[in-house]
């Protein structure tokens, strides 16, 4: 879980710190933010796309936008310094930080990252800074290794500054073996990687991406998937099933139609509620636009269940303020990571724990 999410210069904030903490530094399980239209809150649920992103941006990955892109879509306009972030976090009962500071160009100057060392103390990762020639690297004896250590180096003197560190580490995890990973790195390493990757984020304005982890079905409405996955396909039908009708209360069943061809199934969501006095069977498709915005809220609610951090922006956008008071109820009983929303929703606000509220 994030315990502290401090930026600067990032977007509209000048400077800001978001304490995610409870009593004795214990992180909420759950936090609303709440603002009017423009007042930042999006930008909140940004800098942590942000994160994702500046991890897996390597110099020439094909379809992923260059550090400087990235840099350049979240810096402030104008800015009267440079932009920085830092994520404080707990992961497994053990606390770190990451964090990271841009040159005006959007080059990297600093990049630090401190969590749990083999001895079960709390140590450096990495610190890396930038000279006047190649960058001053410092990495982790007990983290780093024998040859990883030597090849990180090389690739840190060649690629830092144009990547982050993190990036550049994700990079070697990807195209090496966990045997070799293993071997010459701590697994703390692997740790906080697989943490930034589980991280779901839901971005509502302009259809802005998000990011969910839950697996197989991009599309929960229709689509493909191969036969062998059919399991997969009635876990998510239960689970559909359930939430909705706990939400809708003239909605009686949720089912997938199914066609088998060859090796694959093309699933289609269909929706059996009351109209007119009937109960009648229609397509998810045609549904309202506010049942699909819950549809699209469902990813991310699972992956919150299933114990990941979420961040969901504007979660009562469309939705009917009684809907979102019982979507509320059903997800706070459900999350099992750290679920962080916002709203501008002030009537949703009085129903909530005010230690867990935060205004911008």
């Known amino acids: ?13 000048g400077h800001v710190e978001f304490n995610l903490s409870g009593a004795y530094g214990k992180p909420l399980n759950y936090a609303f933010v709440y603002g009017e239209n423009g007042s930042g809150k999006t930008n909140l649920v940004r800098s942590i796309a942000f994160l994702q992103n ?4 390597v110099a020439g990955n094909d379809g992923i936008d260059s550090l400087g892109a990235i840099h350049g879509k979240h810096a402030m306009a104008q800015a009267d310094g ?20 841009f040159t005006m160009t959007g080059d990297v100057c600093r990049e630090e990252l401190v969590y749990s060392t083999p001895k079960g103390n709390r140590g450096r990762y990495f610190l890396i800074e930038k000279t006047m020639d190649f960058p001053s690297v410092s990495l982790g004896k007990e983290i780093f290794r024998g040859e990883l250590s030597k090849n990180l180096k090389k690739e840190m003197n060649r690629l830092w500054g144009k990547n982050t560190a993190l ?34 984020t839901n971005i ?50 949720i089912r997938y139609e199914r066609r088998v061809d060859g ?11 009351e109209i007119a006095g009937k109960e009648r069977v229609i397509p998810f498709e045609d549904e309202s636009s506010g049942i699909k915005k819950l549809l699209s809220l469902f990813p991310s ?26 979507l509320i109820s059903q997800a ?21 724990d005010p230690r867990h509220v935060f205004v911008i």
């Open 204 to 253: 509502d304005p302009q259809g802005m991406p998000g990011h969910s982890p839950v697996p197989y079905l991009q599309n929960i409405d229709h689509g493909w998937i191969e036969r062998i996955d059919a399991a997969v396909l009635d876990a998510y039908e239960e689970a559909v099933s359930s939430f909705f009708i706990r939400l809708c209360s003239d909605i009686r069943d």
């Open 167 to 200: 990036a550049i580490i994700s990079s070697e995890y990807s195209r090496n073996t966990s045997t070799y990973m293993d071997r010459w790195s701590f697994e703390g390493m692997g740790t906080v990687l697989e943490f930034i990757q589980s991280i779901s």
């Open 301 to 326: 609610l699972m992956s919150c269940a299933l114990g990941s951090v979420t961040f969901i922006d504007e979660l009562d956008s469309g939705i009917h303020d009684k809907m979102v008071r019982d």
């Open 54 to 57: 500046i991890t897996n941006a």
């Open 1 to 13: 879980m994030f315990t502290r999410i401090v930026l600067d210069n990032f977007l509209s904030f």
């Open 82 to 101: 440079q932009m920085h972030v830092r994520y404080e976090f707990i992961l497994d009962g053990k606390r770190g930080w990451y964090d990271l500071t």
């Open 332 to 352: 706070m009983d459900a999350i099992g990571g750290q679920l962080v929303v916002t709203t501008h929703n002030t009537s949703l606000l009085e129903t909530l």
């Open 263 to 273: 090796s694959s199934i093309e699933y289609r969501l269909m929706v059996t509620r």
